[in-house]
């Protein structure tokens, strides 16, 4: 019996990016019964299990990382105690995918790269401990993990450069999506349907706060149309302690024109997503950086 772990913080709470993919992951391992003739797959969370229907097949095992006085620190938990954890498991191989291998990791290890993680590090807006943390645990995992996944073969190539790789080390894994649930028709009823559509944790290189601006200069020419823009906002905080900047830009935008213009939301459930998909004007996704980008490709399968 081969035992697999997977790190899933990611898939904990609402998610997007990686989570989004972990997610859909493991939802297809526990739709595959023949796996579990061979294979157990051990999940480890930082906080909490999510109540995903998916993760009650018995091929998971699933385990919280407990933390010493109730803390629910991200960095204590990946850096530290997980990889404690590990030690003592003696599993097959530990699989990565937030781009990040611990320092004392001790095993088998396959991590995820992608080219993006490297513009943030070098040119990327996020937060001097986010870069810092970055360039050290994506550094190691180019330099000691046993294999390095990503999700492309331009992706793999890129890597290979900016990481400098051996290419024998890295496997491609092409992303797709379940295009039929995107085309299957749902019973959302959405309040518009004159709106174009920007789906992405919003961090500076994908021009969120752009978008809104030229929408902004829109509004006059074209009064019926919106932007519903769904994501985390990743903007840095600005000098006076501003935390989220996309949600101020859209109601100093809404109230400038007296309507709603742009619609924000960090997050929907799935069914409103599809919804917003199928019947956007256009989908908008203006990146300077991506390995790959799940949201385009989500869009065109709603067309």
Request: hydrophobic letters at 40%; glycine letters at 4%.
């Amino acid at each position: 019996m081969y035992k697999v772990g997977i790190e899933c913080e990611s898939i904990e709470e609402r998610g997007w990016g990686v989570g989004r993919i972990v997610a859909k992951l493991l939802e297809e391992i526990s739709r595959e019964s023949e796996l579990q003739e061979e294979f157990r797959f051990c999940l480890y969370f930082k906080s909490r299990i999510p109540d995903y229907e998916f993760l009650k097949n018995p091929i998971f095992i699933k385990k919280i990382i407990r933390q010493p006085f109730g803390l629910k620190s991200f960095s204590l938990y990946y850096y530290l105690l997980l990889p404690l954890k590990l030690y003592f498991e003696h599993l097959d191989v530990m699989f990565y995918p937030n781009y990040m291998l611990p320092l004392i990791h001790y095993g088998k290890s396959i991590v995820t790269l992608t080219g993006d993680i490297h513009y943030e590090i070098t040119k990327g807006d996020l937060p001097f401990r986010y870069k810092l943390a970055y360039k050290i645990f994506a550094g190691n995992a180019a330099r000691n993990a046993t294999a390095i996944t990503t999700v492309s073969e331009s992706a793999a190539k890129e890597i290979c450069e900016l990481f400098k790789i051996m290419p024998g080390r890295i496997f491609v894994t092409p992303l797709g999506v379940d295009a039929a649930k995107f085309q299957k028709a749902t019973n959302y009823k959405l309040e518009t349907r004159n709106y174009l559509l920007y789906v992405a944790q919003a961090f500076p290189r994908r021009h969120l706060r752009e978008t809104i601006l030229a929408v902004d200069k829109l509004s006059d020419e074209f009064p019926d149309l919106k932007l519903i823009a769904i994501g985390k906002d990743r903007y840095p905080s600005t000098d006076s302690g501003q935390v989220n900047i996309i949600q101020s830009l859209a109601e100093e935008i809404n109230k400038k024109h007296n309507r709603e213009v742009i619609i924000y939301k960090e997050y929907v459930p799935e069914n409103e997503l599809i919804a917003l998909y199928q019947n956007a004007k256009s989908f908008i996704y203006v990146s300077l950086q991506e390995a790959f980008g799940l949201p385009p490709l989500e869009a065109l399968a709603a067309e």
